[in-house]
């Protein structure tokens, strides 16, 4: 349980899933405003309804069973947790030899400290 200015104690479960819906609702908002405010066709399927709020239940369940330790971290749980599925839904990506692929690997670039920023010398320039 966490307790909330306004609500008073909520349990761990809902504020994880209610970190889901957040999400949720920003899509939705982002996917309205593209449309000039129409409500997208997936909006109006029960399916996908339906799919929503049982992903919405296991988002909640992530920081239950991970013991949050405070509703802030139980959000943050709940936001992240349709990642989190579905990472472990693809599961791992070997790379050659049945390594795992690192991001560089993947076509992603790493910045090093040096390439962001200028060397500085000893006399400061």
């Known amino acids: 349980m966490a307790a909330l200015p306004f609500v008073g104690e909520v349990s761990i479960f809902w504020i994880g899933a209610f970190g889901s819906i957040a999400?949720?609702?920003?899509?939705?908002?982002?996917?309205?405003?593209?449309?000039?405010?129409?409500?997208?066709?997936?909006?109006?399927?029960?399916?996908?309804?339906?799919?929503?709020?049982?992903?919405?239940a296991t988002s909640g369940a992530v920081p239950t069973v991970?013991?949050?330790?405070?509703?802030?971290?139980?959000?943050?749980?709940?936001?992240?947790?349709?990642?989190?599925?579905?990472?472990?839904?693809?599961?791992?990506?070997?790379?050659?030899?049945?390594?795992m692929a690192l991001p560089q690997d993947l076509g992603a670039t790493a910045t090093t400290p040096s390439a962001v920023a200028p060397a500085v010398t000893a006399s400061g320039e």
């Open 66 to 99: 991970l013991e949050a330790a405070n509703g802030l971290t139980a959000f943050y749980m709940g936001v992240s947790a349709p990642l989190i599925i579905d990472r472990l839904q693809r599961g791992l990506e070997p790379g050659e030899n049945g390594q």
């Open 23 to 56: 999400v949720e609702i920003c899509a939705a908002a982002k996917a309205c405003a593209d449309l000039d405010g129409a409500c997208p066709q997936r909006y109006k399927k029960p399916f996908y309804i339906f799919t929503r709020f049982a992903l919405a």
